[in-house]
């Protein structure tokens, strides 16, 4: 039998090479299975994703396809299920999905099997039985329809020793073309988190256990060995990566010597000096924390063991010894109110300036305690429909609806340093905006300040750019833009683009002499720190507003009058502009 690997588009895009279904995948190829796998483009569109899925089954003449998958794919793993089956072919869906619901999913996904938990072993037995044509109904771990029946034996403990498991079969996964792209490589040194977070969910009888630091650069070693030259950057994407102090200081002992820039992934109260500044040392840049809330009362109800206090000392530490922190709020918890959002909005707007913070709303998600919470209140009615609609924002939290409905569209303003009004009907009748012959008009919005309902008439607004009017709250005075289409979309750097861009955008300027306009925008603090070769040639930093953060130091420079350029010889200017004179905006200008 052949067996096709896949996961849906939109979870390529954002993981990058598939990491689980990577490893079932090398299993069952080292057990002798004649395996294939289809790696989604990155945000390639479904249409054209199922089409070439079909074109493979048929060209291959594949007989059993598998899905990797997470609850929020649920409309796209049942499409793949069901174009798999219109080929008729054996499908088996694994994942987070499964594992979070596997009654619901296996009842109701249209998969001919489901897998339960960690799958390696599961899949290898259900291929095994499939090849032999034997009875499937006594395989630990495996879910299924059965006529009217659903089959359900006991679950399959996990694999307690994590060096017993492959490498993932770059090759079959088309590691080459992602790392050409990206010079990211995605690694995990663990499994499962010794944390019980609310809103984040681990599977059935999981624990924490760890690969071997043995074990662990072998894996590296083995892949940079096969795509070295491509290998720019490594992300760890543990839940959790420094649980044993020790094994951590001898990680970075070990991975000093490659000299390749890392990001881990941790908790601040598991941070101390020592482990900074030995993290430093050994080449890492990001350490992306899990903050979630500034208010100790919403930390408490997430069962974070973690306190504002411990949150602020973590990113004093960082900024010390210029290690960017990578980390989210999330709004929405069930102790989640006014008052507590706006401890929550205040810490992020004292900190996102430097780090990599962003501010968004809680997630429910099947199988956390906030997923019961709100089927036990009946915020969920219809737990497949919830699932069919992609799992969509529900207000768990004490935050009245009328406000809770509009604060995605806040936290997009704020992250985007801009404040627009959120546009609403003026009546049952009236639209958002009517525009009469003199040039005034009429408009209906909520301010993403107050909250404040905002109805004007007859108003006049300077255009400031194209579908855009500014003006100012009558309750709070914020000036806003009224966005008459409902589009917000933000441009933003990923890490990895923007670690990628890091040397080989100033590699060609060694021995220059750079200077800087503009320190108020925060990738280019980030680029300070993530490119050596930037911080070697610079000489001065200059901003309009120096007056104001004239205190502050980058790379040893404090921030001076644009004035001092004239005094001065430079071979080459960057300029961060987001300035209505030079109109652009967001935009880097490397001026020879």
Not at 175 to 198: A, D, G, M, V
Not at 522 to 551: A, F, G, P
């Amino acid at each position: 039998m052949k067996y096709l690997f896949t996961v849906p588009p939109f979870a390529i895009s954002v993981i990058g090479v598939p990491q689980g279904i990577g490893i079932v995948a090398t299993v069952a190829k080292n057990a002798g299975l004649e395996v294939y796998a289809l790696v989604a483009k990155i945000y390639e569109p479904d249409s054209v994703y199922i089409e070439r899925l079909r074109y493979m089954i048929r060209e291959q003449k594949i007989d059993v396809v598998c899905i990797g998958a997470l609850s929020t794919d649920y409309p796209r793993a049942k499409r793949i299920i069901d174009s798999a089956s219109e080929e008729g072919c054996i499908t088996v869906l694994g994942g987070n999905i499964v594992s979070a619901s596997p009654e619901l999913i296996a009842t109701n996904i249209g998969a001919t099997y489901c897998v339960v938990g960690e799958g390696e072993y599961t899949f290898l037995e259900l291929a095994e039985a499939l090849e032999s044509k034997r009875c499937t109904n006594d395989i630990n771990g495996l879910i299924y329809k059965d006529g009217n029946e659903l089959n359900t034996p006991p679950p399959r403990k996990v694999v307690d020793n994590l060096d017993t498991l492959p490498f993932i079969d770059g090759e079959l996964f088309q590691y080459q073309k992602y790392l050409e792209r990206s010079n990211t490589f995605h690694w995990i040194l663990s499994r499962s988190c010794p944390f019980n977070c609310t809103f984040c969910f681990h599977a059935p009888d999981s624990y924490y256990r760890a690969k071997s630091i043995d074990y662990s650069f072998s894996e590296l070693d083995y892949y940079i060995n096969q795509y070295g030259k491509h290998i720019k950057f490594l992300n760890i994407i543990d839940d959790m990566f420094n649980v044993n102090k020790n094994r951590m200081l001898e990680f970075c002992r070990r991975i000093k010597q490659y000299g390749i820039p890392f990001r881990v992934q941790t908790r601040l109260d598991f941070i101390d000096e020592e482990c900074i500044i030995t993290l430093k040392k050994a080449g890492c840049v990001i350490l992306g924390v899990g903050v979630e809330s500034a208010s100790n009362k919403v930390l408490r109800s997430m069962n974070k063991k973690l306190t504002l206090h411990q949150i602020k000392k973590g990113f004093k530490l960082a900024e010390k010894h210029e290690i960017i922190i990578d980390a989210q709020i999330i709004i929405g918890d069930i102790a989640d109110d006014l008052e507590t959002i706006a401890e929550s909005e205040k810490f992020f707007i004292e900190n996102f300036m430097l780090h990599d913070l962003q501010i968004h709303m809680i997630r429910v998600l099947p199988g956390t305690v906030l997923y019961k919470y709100a089927v036990r209140n009946e915020l969920i009615k219809d737990e497949l429909e919830f699932l069919e609609k992609d799992c969509p924002f529900i207000n768990v939290s004490k935050i009245p609806n009328e406000i809770y409905r509009f604060l995605p569209y806040r936290y997009k303003n704020i992250m985007n340093g801009k404040y627009y009004m959120k546009s609403v009907p003026i009546d049952d009748q009236t639209p958002i905006f009517h525009l009469h012959k003199d040039g005034s008009f009429d408009f209906s919005a909520y301010c993403m300040t107050c909250y404040n309902r905002i109805y004007l008439k007859n108003t006049t607004l300077f255009s400031r750019e194209a579908g855009q009017a500014r003006g100012s709250c009558p309750k709070c005075g914020v000036s806003q833009y009224l966005l008459f289409f409902e589009s917000l979309g933000i441009g933003s750097f990923d890490n990895d683009l923007l670690i990628s861009l890091s040397e080989k955008m100033f590699k060609d300027y060694k021995n220059k002499i750079i200077v800087i306009w503009g320190i108020n925008k925060r990738r280019i603090k980030r680029l300070l720190m993530l490119s050596q070769t930037l911080r070697d040639c610079l000489v001065k930093i200059v901003d309009s507003n120096y007056e104001w953060i004239k205190d502050q130091t980058y790379c040893g420079l404090s921030i001076e009058s644009p004035d001092t350029l004239k005094n001065i010889k430079f071979d080459y200017l960057i300029i961060t502009a987001e300035d209505r004179k030079m109109k652009s905006s967001q935009r880097w200008i490397l001026w020879a």
